[in-house]
Nanobody, 124 residues
């Protein structure tokens, strides 16, 4: 079992930066594949970025590649998403996920454990 808690969301102007965090408990993050997802009102949850500790790989959605960076601090058992050059269309609730069970790292159905989310709002 893994418990996940996101933090660091907030409001930022377009072009700004923000880093959100996901603190894990119950299991070391180093043993899990992890990901960030987001969901805007009326839209489906979409994968933003994922990382695999098993394979040393990362994946990004095309819409955020080059602007977002996923990382983790195993000593703090925390996953991060650094976001640069934010756009209004990045506005959403952001969720972290752990425990990938399929071979689709950016699929919402691939993960067993989810946090409650943190809101990111980007104004133009």
């Amino acid at each position: 079992q893994v418990q996940l808690m996101e933090s660091g969301g907030g409001s930022v102007q377009a072009g700004g930066s923000l880093r959100i965090s996901c603190a894990a408990s119950g299991s070391p993050l180093s043993t899990h594949d992890m990901a960030w997802f987001r969901q805007a009102p009326g839209q489906e949850r979409e994968g933003v970025a994922a990382t695999s500790n098993r394979f040393g790989s990362t994946w990004y959605a095309a819409s955020v590649k080059g602007r977002f960076a996923i990382s983790q601090d195993n000593a703090k058992n925390t996953l991060y998403l650094q976001m640069f050059s934010l756009k209004p269309e990045d506005t959403a609730m952001y969720y972290c996920a752990a425990g990938r069970i399929t071979q689709s790292p950016l699929s919402p159905t691939a993960y067993s454990y989810w946090g409650q989310g943190t809101q990111v709002t980007v104004s133009s």
